[in-house]
């Protein structure tokens, strides 16, 4: 059977993603996944004051600036010893929700749900009803979820001046108490954003929603009232599964949780670990067990990607990222390949529910497996759970305002050291490492969520999680492969922190000259 | 109808997320109110890239006109002016840039990145990136500073990072619109950067009487020692607030001038660089010797009320 290589240029992803797939039998038998973009963040806050960083990480992402901000702060505060006072952590984590509350919305009702409305989709029965809702500028759910998706970060803007790029967490807290009037503001942005959802999105009150515990549960729950069925999670679910969505995409069963979303209690006893929102940890979909998290079990591999080569893997901590471009070599990445305790993992909503056992979506997947539906899924209860947890966090502001949100005698001249900060960003496990010498930045790796999920082939040879999800895949039409679309975008990639170059020879005549 | 593709270089989309929230207008009232036909943005669009392919052959052809290009993101031409480290299909995207300019009637910077390099370009500037006309300060980028648009202006600088989302909206509909878009010395419309960042900062009463303070987290005038660039940078940051409530310099992050040629300055970030005890810089257009007279005089006036910092800000 004849070979076939496409290479395939995804939208609606933050950034630029492109694969390579050999294909076989309209079959992938092999796939390397290509982002396209090299920014040289590490390179460029080397030799700055270490508050720098506070300015030009957030920059590193412009749709999860805050989950950035957060890192940087942790793994400062690390190195310092520093402990911010509670109300500090209660607000960068309120802000960090309302942060992953916006993506949440637009990763589900901009970027993935616009799928339904491709034409290869126009004799299905649900074709009208996905347009009606979900086409871009005309659809109800699109025009609704951009209204509310810029109202919950007006949240931010009111703790940290503006949403994106804000440095408002400085080492020892935040820059603003939480005065009464902000209090109310954001009570009062919060409980309308609420409303909307549980109309809109869910077809019941927040209550009902994250009481439902069991796969039967759900099903019984999705048939039971017209609201809950025509909701948009119960049209994504109907439609998704008309296509199959719940049996595509298939990838690693290693799934990796940073936890983060730290209590107020969790930093009292250590900067980084302890008694959290989520937990942090890997859960092992094989045998159904969590080990809890060991940030030494971290490495980095670059066998495959566009860096200087070193044998193996090395610990971020240690990390090097060199730029050294070679076009005809079988290097075909920027994108590290990072790995936990040797096993390639994906990160995300998913891994995060599992690991913290949440019981719906631990039935859901005991009973289907990882799949591009369930990813999605799992985005929206997310969403649920944090605006619970935003509206607790803010009754407790409400009862002491303008609490201590910041230590006195921090200077920006922060003592030599080794840090890191580990974060939940809205696509999962997001961690900085920093070393600190003679007062400036000496080494600074990043290490995204999407480089997990966007891994390329490590040096023992096996593929990333994206890759692995697509090899074996069936592809209808090789020149539109929409199947493939969707099951990236569950994932909801982020590829403008990470960098590649292609280099297949061109499917499409692209542009002159 | 106007038609309008926006491209991603070396960006974080963060000009996309915040002119997402931009409300005056929106964007959806830019398609429906103003006639604005997105013929392709990379994270709204629903059609898949390889319409976006015929599309750009199309426009290369001529065959379909390209009325505004909005570019968001630092324009990367390293490793030895390859192009190499951003690339659409193989090919480096500055190239793509160079011939689709030529077919637009307005080309758009959004953002500091594609107006001047921005934060990619800062030392060592890794991947050699620079922004569509200036190269931080120096008046030449992708294309020379004489270039024009066949509509007649050079590249519209919509500076800020991420530019002020009412600003990128409001700068569209003009130009959907037919109206006179009139230019700074830097290509950035006047009406946006025609007011310093510390008008309408609430901290101004501090500042009026040097109330400077000399840590985060309080109420003062973070201009002396903080590192706050608000009277220095040109932008409407405090006069139309930012997610229509607040701004950096009201939250006490001090203003890091996003919309100047210069972002990131090199020195530390959270510092003001002084001579002796005052700022190197200071506040645009004034004198040292007058300044040093005025600030002295306006400690000695300050109320009580500043002095225990009992006014909210």
Same mark, same amino acid.
């Given at each position: 059977?004849?070979?076939?290589?496409?290479?395939?240029?995804?939208?609606?992803?933050?950034?630029?993603?492109?694969?390579?797939?050999?294909?076989?039998?309209?079959?992938?038998?092999?796939?390397?996944?290509?982002?396209?973009?090299?920014?040289?963040?590490?390179?460029?806050?080397?030799?700055?004051?270490?508050?720098?960083?506070?300015?030009?990480?957030?920059?590193?992402?412009?749709?999860?600036?805050?989950?950035?901000?957060?890192?940087?702060?942790?793994?400062?505060?690390?190195?310092?010893?520093?402990?911010?006072?509670?109300?500090?952590?209660?607000?960068?984590?309120?802000?960090?929700?309302?942060?992953?509350?916006?993506?949440?919305?637009?990763?589900?009702?901009?970027?993935?749900?616009?799928?339904?409305?491709?034409?290869?989709?126009?004799?299905?029965?649900?074709?009208?009803?996905?347009?009606?809702?979900?086409?871009?500028?005309?659809?109800?759910?699109?025009?609704?979820?951009?209204?509310?998706?810029?109202?919950?970060?007006?949240?931010?803007?009111?703790?940290?001046?503006?949403?994106?790029?804000?440095?408002?967490?400085?080492?020892?807290?935040?820059?603003?108490?939480?005065?009464?009037?902000?209090?109310?503001?954001?009570?009062?942005?919060?409980?309308?954003?609420?409303?909307?959802?549980?109309?809109?999105?869910?077809?019941?009150?927040?209550?009902?929603?994250?009481?439902?515990?069991?796969?039967?549960?759900?099903?019984?729950?999705?048939?039971?009232?017209?609201?809950?069925?025509?909701?948009?999670?119960?049209?994504?679910?109907?439609?998704?599964?008309?296509?199959?969505?719940?049996?595509?995409?298939?990838?690693?069963?290693?799934?990796?949780?940073?936890?983060?979303?730290?209590?107020?209690?969790?930093?009292?006893?250590?900067?980084?670990?302890?008694?959290?929102?989520?937990?942090?940890?890997?859960?092992?979909?094989?045998?159904?067990?969590?080990?809890?998290?060991?940030?030494?079990?971290?490495?980095?591999?670059?066998?495959?990607?566009?860096?200087?080569?070193?044998?193996?893997?090395?610990?971020?901590?240690?990390?090097?990222?060199?730029?050294?471009?070679?076009?005809?070599?079988?290097?075909?990445?920027?994108?590290?390949?990072?790995?936990?305790?040797?096993?390639?993992?994906?990160?995300?909503?998913?891994?995060?529910?599992?690991?913290?056992?949440?019981?719906?979506?631990?039935?859901?997947?005991?009973?289907?497996?990882?799949?591009?539906?369930?990813?999605?899924?799992?985005?929206?209860?997310?969403?649920?759970?944090?605006?619970?947890?935003?509206?607790?966090?803010?009754?407790?502001?409400?009862?002491?305002?303008?609490?201590?949100?910041?230590?006195?005698?921090?200077?920006?001249?922060?003592?030599?050291?080794?840090?890191?900060?580990?974060?939940?960003?809205?696509?999962?496990?997001?961690?900085?490492?920093?070393?600190?010498?003679?007062?400036?930045?000496?080494?600074?790796?990043?290490?995204?969520?999407?480089?997990?999920?966007?891994?390329?082939?490590?040096?023992?040879?096996?593929?990333?999680?994206?890759?692995?999800?697509?090899?074996?895949?069936?592809?209808?039409?090789?020149?539109?492969?929409?199947?493939?679309?969707?099951?990236?975008?569950?994932?909801?990639?982020?590829?403008?922190?990470?960098?590649?170059?292609?280099?297949?020879?061109?499917?499409?005549?692209?542009?002159?000259? | 109808m106007a038609t309008l593709v926006w491209l991603q270089t070396?960006s974080?989309?963060?000009d996309t997320?915040s002119m997402?929230?931009a409300?005056?207008p929106?964007v959806?009232?830019l398609t429906?109110?103003y006639g604005l036909e997105i013929l392709w943005h990379?994270?709204?669009?629903?059609?898949?890239?390889?319409?976006?392919?015929?599309?750009l052959?199309?426009i290369l052809?001529t065959?379909q006109t390209l009325d505004i290009l909005c570019i968001e993101g630092s324009i990367?031409?390293?490793?030895?002016?390859?192009?190499?480290?951003?690339?659409?299909?193989?090919?480096?995207k500055m190239r793509l840039i160079q011939q689709l300019v030529a077919q637009a009637k307005f080309v758009v910077a959004m953002g500091t990145c594609a107006a001047f390099g921005g934060?990619? +370009?800062?030392?060592?500037?890794?991947?050699?990136?620079v922004g569509l006309q200036f190269d931080k300060l120096a008046p030449h980028g992708l294309l020379p500073l004489s270039w024009r648009s066949s509509g007649g202006l050079p590249v519209i600088n919509v500076a800020g990072c991420p530019a002020h989302p009412n600003s990128m909206t409001k700068t569209l509909a003009m130009l959907l619109s037919g109206m006179q878009l009139e230019l700074d010395s830097l290509n950035r419309p006047t009406m946006f950067f025609k007011a310093?960042?510390?008008?309408?900062?609430?901290?101004?009463?501090?500042?009026?009487?040097?109330?400077?303070?000399?840590?985060?987290?309080?109420?003062?005038?973070?201009?002396?020692?903080?590192?706050?660039?608000?009277?220095?940078?040109l932008s409407k940051?405090?006069?139309e607030?930012?997610?229509?409530?607040?701004? /950096?310099?009201?939250?006490?992050?001090?203003?890091?001038?996003?919309t100047s040629p210069?972002?990131?300055?090199?020195?530390?970030?959270?510092?003001?660089? /002084?001579?002796?005890?005052?700022?190197?810089?200071?506040?645009?257009?004034?004198?040292?010797?007058?300044?040093?007279?005025? /600030?002295?005089? +306006?400690?000695?006036? +300050?109320?009580?009320?500043?002095?225990? /910092?009992?006014?909210?800000?």
């Open positions: 059977m004849a070979k076939r290589t496409i290479q395939l240029a995804l939208n609606r992803v933050e950034g630029d993603l492109e694969f390579q797939l050999e294909l076989e039998a309209g079959k992938i038998v092999d796939a390397r996944c290509v982002g396209t973009l090299y920014r040289g963040f590490e390179q460029i806050l080397i030799g700055r004051n270490p508050w720098d960083a506070l300015v030009i990480t957030p920059r590193i992402c412009g749709i999860c600036s805050t989950a950035q901000l957060l890192a940087t702060v942790k793994a400062l505060e690390h190195i310092g010893g520093i402990t911010p006072p509670p109300a500090a952590v209660r607000i960068r984590h309120l802000c960090l929700m309302a942060e992953i509350v916006q993506n949440d919305l637009r990763q589900t009702f901009l970027f993935f749900t616009a799928d339904f409305c491709h034409p290869k989709y126009a004799q299905q029965a649900f074709f009208e009803q996905a347009r009606s809702n979900f086409l871009p500028f005309k659809g109800r759910m699109h025009l609704e979820a951009l209204q509310n998706s810029r109202h919950i970060v007006e949240l931010i803007a009111l703790f940290g001046g503006q949403w994106p790029h804000s440095s408002f967490m400085v080492p020892g807290g935040v820059t603003h108490p939480a005065s009464d009037n902000q209090i109310i503001d954001a009570l009062t942005i919060l409980q309308q954003f609420t409303r909307w959802f549980e109309q809109r999105v869910l077809g019941c009150n927040l209550e009902v929603w994250l009481n439902l515990a069991t796969y039967d549960d759900f099903f019984n729950w999705l048939s039971a009232k017209a609201e809950h069925a025509q909701s948009g999670i119960g049209q994504f679910t109907s439609i998704s599964r008309a296509l199959g969505l719940h049996t595509l995409g298939q990838g690693t069963p290693y799934m990796l949780s940073y936890g983060s979303l730290d209590t107020a209690d969790s930093v009292r006893g250590h900067p980084l670990m302890g008694q959290n929102l989520n937990n942090a940890g890997c859960y092992n979909g094989i045998t159904g067990l969590t080990e809890a998290l060991d940030q030494n079990a971290i490495s980095e591999h670059v066998q495959y990607s566009w860096f200087q080569p070193y044998p193996g893997g090395l610990h971020p901590s240690k990390g090097v990222t060199i730029p050294d471009y070679q076009p005809h070599s079988e290097r075909y990445t920027w994108c590290k390949a990072p790995r936990y305790q040797d096993h390639v993992v994906q990160t995300g909503p998913l891994a995060d529910a599992l690991v913290q056992g949440e019981p719906l979506i631990t039935a859901l997947y005991r009973a289907e497996g990882d799949n591009a539906w369930l990813r999605q899924f799992a985005r929206l209860r997310r969403t649920a759970r944090l605006l619970n947890s935003m509206q607790a966090s803010l009754k407790i502001l409400a009862a002491s305002p303008n609490e201590q949100h910041i230590l006195r005698g921090i200077s920006t001249e922060l003592q030599d050291g080794e840090g890191y900060g580990l974060v939940t960003a809205a696509r999962g496990a997001l961690g900085h490492w920093v070393e600190v010498r003679e007062g400036k930045i000496r080494r600074y790796q990043v290490v995204t969520p999407t480089a997990w999920n966007a891994s390329p082939k490590d040096s023992a040879g096996r593929h990333g999680h994206w890759e692995q999800s697509l090899i074996g895949l069936k592809v209808d039409d090789p020149d539109d492969p929409v199947e493939i679309g969707h099951i990236i975008r569950s994932h909801d990639p982020c590829l403008v922190c990470t960098v590649h170059v292609a280099k297949a020879e061109q499917p499409y005549q692209v542009w002159p000259g | 070396g974080c989309s963060g997320m997402l929230c409300d005056s929106s959806e009232e429906t109110g990379p994270s709204l669009s629903h059609v898949p890239t390889q319409t976006f392919d015929h599309l052959d199309a052809a065959r990367m031409t390293g490793p030895h002016g390859s192009g190499m480290y951003d690339t659409y299909r193989g090919r480096p934060v990619h +370009a800062a030392p060592p500037n890794p991947t050699d990136c310093m960042v510390h008008q309408g900062c609430t901290r101004n009463e501090y500042h009026e009487y040097h109330i400077e303070e000399t840590e985060f987290g309080g109420k003062g005038c973070m201009f002396y020692n903080l590192g706050c660039q608000g009277p220095i940078t940051c405090n006069t607030l930012w997610n229509n409530r607040s701004s /950096k310099t009201r939250a006490g992050v001090p203003c890091f001038g996003c210069d972002f990131p300055l090199d020195a530390g970030l959270f510092n003001t660089e /002084k001579i002796g005890s005052i700022p190197l810089n200071l506040p645009l257009g004034v004198e040292r010797s007058n300044y040093i007279a005025y /600030k002295s005089l +306006a400690h000695e006036a +300050a109320p009580d009320r500043l002095i225990h /910092k009992e006014m909210d800000v």
